[in-house]
């Protein structure tokens, strides 16, 4: 079951060093004040609509982007903030605790032994590890979410649902409706006519525990039963999925492919320029999305990248236009596949980026010399791979020192705001644009036009930069009113900080 929402990855940077920057970047997540501090991940079931795919094995082992079910779902939980995830194993229980403990963190195993009565009877098995806890989470492990999904549904503090307003027919159909009344969920069914489901997440507290037993001594065994009749007895808040974020139940083949492109286009950066969004990632994250299941490292893919340019480059000084050409294309497709990989992967890291800016800085130098080179009068093979190795190892020190002695100057020109990093001067000067010129001229057989294409981009980039920079700093400063009153918030500010 999947969300009509559009896919649109959220709290996303830009640039040209990749995701792995990005995520470096993020402030780590922490539960506040009364957010629940456990998860819950039922995983003991077997799912056989499913078996085409598994042939056999548990669903919670079937990998998406690279990363089994339940270890993405664990990953889901601590990437909201969650300190602890219990995790609830049945079939095939020892090779879904394995994939579990991939994730890393204080994950806890705990067998369901009559799991396969239903899911609400895993649920009861998770009651001495969470009992004590004021509120806990439980997350299907069929289930994938797009980063940030659970966000508003944990800080609701409170007992509640993840619900899709507006699913598709087919959603509709196969989900478990719910009946919401003054923003409270009273009813958990299939038959309903509501036109809301639920995602598969919700937020309870330890009275879930009575309310399965209650259930089940009624003969429902399923955790939507648990659910109602805790409803019945407090309320259960209704929070509604957010804007851009999606869902996918995974019960069929089908359910897996539509959720291997969610997590494929999920790989997009919104700031992504034009060649990159229209031609580079409709390749790159396809070739990520079939690399993913071998787990290489993301600085192995990198090192692979930057040998295809240094390729590029050396068949360009020896004037093989095509060749050289479409390597310089292929470099620019394959610099997105390592950050891909990190981000499927969550193996971020700042070696990374570091790694991925360097590579870049003496791809970009390599080729302007293979085309000086290529321009040249036949200069020797030992002459060509020596001015190639100098220019690639020269510009990254320049570009490395640069960035170290002045670092405010590399902070001014950098383009924080997604509406800067749109702006047409810095899409033409964009890497992706720059080395597609490059590739087209190369092509053609047109050295010197290649040249000038990269310098245009390279420097017109340059030159934006500074011309946004400058706006910046003539823009006036907002005047904020001195605090006057005890209790205004900017002493409530002053009193939490300090």
Partial sequence: MISRRPSVPSGMASGEDGYRRDLRDRPEPGPAPGWPRVGV?????????????????????????????????????????????????????????????????????????????GNGASL?????????????????????????????????????VLVDPAPAPDAWREGMRVRIEDGSAVAFAKDLEEPAIDCGVFVLPPEAFGAQREA????????????????????????????GAWWQDIDTPEDLRVARTLVRRSLVKEADGPVSRHLNRPISTRISMSLAPLRLAPNLLSVLTFLVGLWAAWSLSASRAVVGGLFVQAASVLD????????????????????????????????????????????????RALIIAMSAV??????????????????????????????????????????FLVAGASVISEPWLAIACFG????GSFAWRI?????????????????????DASHGDL????
């Fill in 41 to 117: 991940v039922l995983a003991a079931g077997r799912s056989a609509r499913l078996s085409n795919a598994t042939k056999g094995r548990s669903k919670a082992l079937t990998q998406l982007g690279g990363v089994p079910l339940v270890e993405r779902a664990v990953r889901t939980l601590f990437a909201a903030g969650l300190e602890r995830v219990v995790v609830i194993v049945g079939y095939q229980a020892e090779d879904v605790s394995v994939a579990a403990r991939l994730a890393g963190g204080a994950v806890e195993i705990v067998r369901a032994e009559s799991w396969e009565m």
């Fill in 124 to 160: 009861a098995a998770a009651e001495d590890a969470v009992g004590g806890e004021r509120l806990f989470v439980v997350l299907c492990g069929d289930h994938a979410f797009s980063e940030g999904a659970l966000g508003e549904l944990i800080a609701a503090g409170r007992p509640a």
């Fill in 216 to 243: 089940a001594r009624a003969g429902d065994h399923s955790l939507a039963g648990a659910v109602t009749a805790l409803g019945s007895e407090r309320a259960i808040g209704a929070v509604p999925l957010g804007a």
């Fill in 336 to 383: 997105g596949v390592d950050g891909e990989t990190a981000r499927l992967q969550e193996r971020s890291s700042r070696w990374g980026a570091f790694l991925d800016d360097v590579f870049d800085r003496m791809v970009d130098a390599a080729i302007v010399a293979g085309l000086f080179l290529w321009a040249w009068d036949d200069p020797s093979r030992q002459f």
């Fill in 394 to 435: 020269g510009w990254a020190a320049i570009h490395l020192a640069g960035k170290r002695s002045l670092p405010d100057a590399h902070q001014a020109l950098a383009l924080t705001d997604l509406a800067e990093r749109k702006r047409w001067g810095v899409l033409v000067g964009s890497r992706d644009v720059r080395l």
């Fill in 456 to 459: 245009v981009s390279y420097l």
């Fill in 467 to 487: 011309v946004v920079h400058r706006r910046r700093t003539r823009r006036p400063p907002v005047a904020l009113p001195p605090p006057h009153e005890i209790g």
């Fill in 495 to 498: 009193y939490e900080v300090g």
